[in-house]
């Protein structure tokens, strides 16, 4: 799942094909908003705490598992060496919902087998979107986009 925190960050959980997870877990992956940085980030000292900060600002409601290879006893994914490490040790103000309140380095020592894999829990609160198109000539069609910011069902169009 991707989100953009509103200051031009990109957080992203992807699976061991780099692909946008289909579940609430996988790889923590770092980009600005043009996408001409990314990276993985360190799971040096990086708290349970600080991973309810990144799962918030993906529309989560909490952290429930912060891990790493290393943590697992397993081998680092291909794709993770594809990525250069940008954030490490961590440090997110207690109650934040944004990453941009989160204290970080760029110099490391950190390998791969360091990056963070984060679980998240609860449903994701996010606004789903939907479109009607009414005609089958396309070069005549109108379409509403009709959003339901709340999830509950009640669906606003304009």
Known sequence: DTCLDGHGLNIKLVDNAGDRSRTNTGLVIISSANDDISGTVCSDNFTLSDGEVFCKSIGYSCALKVSSAE???TT??????TYPIAMTEVACREGSSNVTDCAHTLSH???HSRDLYLTCGGERNIARVGVAIQSDDFDNAQAWLAIDGNRDGKWSSG
């Open 109 to 111: 020592n950190c390998t």
């Open 76 to 81: 680092p994914w291909l794709l993770q060496e």
């Open 71 to 73: 943590k697992e006893g």
